[in-house]
């Protein structure tokens, strides 16, 4: 059973910068699609970034070019660069793993949670103004 655990998150001021790291037990799993989502109580899961097999990135249009994902294939584990941190990017932070199967997809990765089969625990991130 894959095991995926993030970590990271905490407070920060806006404009401040954070890294979240997530910890997939099987390598299978993190070189093929992985994605970070975020919720807010009330409001359904989002799709924040994704990386596909091929190392292709997809972004949400709220994050682009403040966010990045990154991925250390020897350590196992996916990264979250956030940036310039807004009010608005305050959110649980779920790291997810679709499967060990090859992933591509001409246009990028879907940010679409139901495409994820194996998550994490969720880790908050608070942004004050």
């Known amino acids: 059973q894959v095991q995926v655990v993030e970590s990271g998150g905490g407070s920060v001021q806006a404009g401040g910068s954070l890294r979240l790291s997530c910890a997939v037990s099987?390598?299978?799993?993190?070189?093929?699609?992985v994605g970070w989502f975020r919720q807010v109580p009330g409001k359904e899961r989002e799709g924040v970034a994704a990386s596909d097999s091929d190392g292709r990135t997809s972004y949400a249009d709220s994050v682009k070019g403040r966010f990045t994902i990154s991925r250390d294939n020897l350590k196992n584990i996916l990264y979250l660069q956030m940036n310039n941190m807004k009010a608005e990017d305050s959110a649980m932070y779920y790291c997810a793993a679709r499967g060990p199967v090859y992933c591509v997809r001409s246009s990028g990765p879907r940010l679409v949670p139901s495409e994820y089969n194996y998550w994490g625990q969720g880790t908050q991130v608070t942004v004050s103004s």
């Open positions: 099987q390598t299978a799993y993190l070189r093929n699609c």
